[in-house]
């Protein structure tokens, strides 16, 4: 078995297990981020979820970027992040001249050289990208791309999970102040 393949067996298998455990829905997403960005030796990687009106992207969680990258502007669903809420993954090979990036200024001066962002997607409703940045050109394999996009609804799962297990709290706080 390739290397890079063991190595994506063994951090899904590690993220899977956080996602169905943890109860803190900004652990397993830091999680989630921090193994996604080691694993596949990037410079970071963002969780975004979408605003409810679906037209800006929020940083939700992320490893490895400035706050002034992050604070940089609200991101709004442009072509690239449109075709991954869409469905499709999106590499950028160089963010600094790619005119899909809306701000390739701060991606230059943040060291961000490429980019691959796929859609983090729950009950075949798109909520968010998952998107990793590389400080060198890279080209993103499929076996990248699988990755990426399996550890994404690993994500959106965690969200869910995280809004039951609230929604379960209030329930049951509900319950024994009527009771006692």
Aim: proline share 3%; aromatic share 8%; net charge negative.
């Amino acid at each position: 078995m390739e290397q890079i393949g063991k190595s994506y067996y063994e951090n899904l298998y590690r993220i899977a297990a956080a996602v169905t455990s943890a109860r803190n829905p900004e652990d397993v997403l830091s999680s989630i981020v921090e193994n996604v960005t080691q694993c596949m030796a990037a410079k970071g990687c963002a969780l975004m979820l979408l605003t409810w009106d679906r037209k800006l992207l929020l940083h939700t969680v992320c490893c490895g970027l400035s706050a002034s990258y992050i604070k940089k502007g609200p991101l709004t669903v442009d072509e690239s992040i449109r075709k991954a809420l869409e469905g499709e993954p999106v590499v950028v090979l160089d963010a600094a001249t790619d005119e899909r990036i809306q701000y390739p200024e701060a991606a230059r001066k943040e060291g961000i050289k490429s980019m691959l962002t796929v859609p983090v997607t729950f009950r075949e409703e798109n909520i968010g990208i998952l998107r990793v940045y590389t400080s060198e050109p890279r080209q993103f394999s499929e076996d990248d791309i699988y990755f990426a996009r399996a550890i994404a609804h690993l994500g959106a799962i965690a969200l869910d999970n995280a809004k039951r297990y609230d929604r379960l709290q209030e329930e049951y706080e509900t319950f024994r102040q009527r009771t006692f």
